[in-house]
């Protein structure tokens, strides 16, 4: 059955202190790994797309990387905007529905 | 701002109940999606429609429905509603389908009392 594990459940930073989040994957045939922000009560916003093993985003403070089993957001120098719960999707197989982690919240303070 | 509209915002209704939840996708885009995001089961996909047709089908319960209309709009309708159906609704459209990004619209939150 395919699966995603995001670790871990919950951040705490301190402003400036750099951090990764790992998405781990279980699936066949990954068509697409994405990575959205989502604050509370609001709607997943996108990040990231990565689509094969070595591939690397990057925008501002955040840098998404991808292996055969996990994929990794960097947050490099955080800001208190930066809080938020982040999720980890993948589409896998012949389907388009995207299967979510749980997420990791993500807490930055000054 | 991801392009797509969801309408209401928020919504309490009483169990036994039926509303209907409306989506615009982004100008452009022919696929629809319904996710259901609750505090116990995080984000779950319900239904996808793909220009007016009924394409992937998640874990929707039978009291639940969609449609997506000749100007792919898209509704939910939840009928015979239960206090567990209280969690927030998303829609996500994409262009197409199949390896495509899915972008998320503001939510509707159910609040079934």
């Known amino acids: 059955e395919d699966q995603v594990t995001q670790s871990p459940e919950a951040l705490r930073l301190q402003e400036g202190e750099s951090s990764s989040l790992n998405c781990s994957y279980t699936?066949?045939?990954?068509?697409?790994l994405f990575w959205y922000r989502q604050d509370p009560g609001k709607g997943p916003e996108f990040l990231f797309t990565?689509?094969?093993a070595g591939e690397e985003k990057e925008k501002e403070r955040l840098k998404a990387t991808l292996t055969k089993k996990e994929s990794f957001l960097h947050i490099t120098a955080p800001k208190p905007e930066d809080s938020a719960t982040y999720l980890c999707?993948?589409?896998?197989?012949?389907?388009?529905?995207?299967?979510f982690g749980a997420g990791t919240r993500l807490a930055v303070h000054p | 701002d991801s392009g797509v509209t969801q309408t209401p915002k928020h919504l309490i209704t009483a169990t036994g109940q039926r509303v209907t939840l409306r989506c615009s996708p982004r100008?452009?885009?022919?696929?629809v999606y319904w996710y259901q995001q609750s505090l116990d089961q995080g984000l779950q996909f319900l239904i996808q429609?793909?220009?007016?047709?009924?394409?992937a089908k998640g874990n929707i319960l039978e009291r639940f429905s969609a449609q997506q209309f000749p100007d792919l709009h898209s509704e939910l309708n939840l009928s015979s509603l239960e206090l567990g159906d209280s969690a927030l609704y998303f829609c996500?459209?994409?262009?197409?389908?199949?390896?495509?990004?899915?972008?998320f619209g503001p939510g509707t939150r159910l609040l079934v009392l």
């Open positions: 429609y793909y220009n007016g047709e009924e394409r």
């Open positions: 990565l689509y094969s």
């Open positions: 996500a459209s994409s262009p197409s389908g199949l390896g495509e990004t899915q972008y």
């Open positions: 999707a993948v589409q896998a197989g012949g389907y388009n529905k995207l299967i």
């Open positions: 699936v066949s045939g990954l068509r697409g």
């Open positions: 100008s452009g885009d022919l696929s």
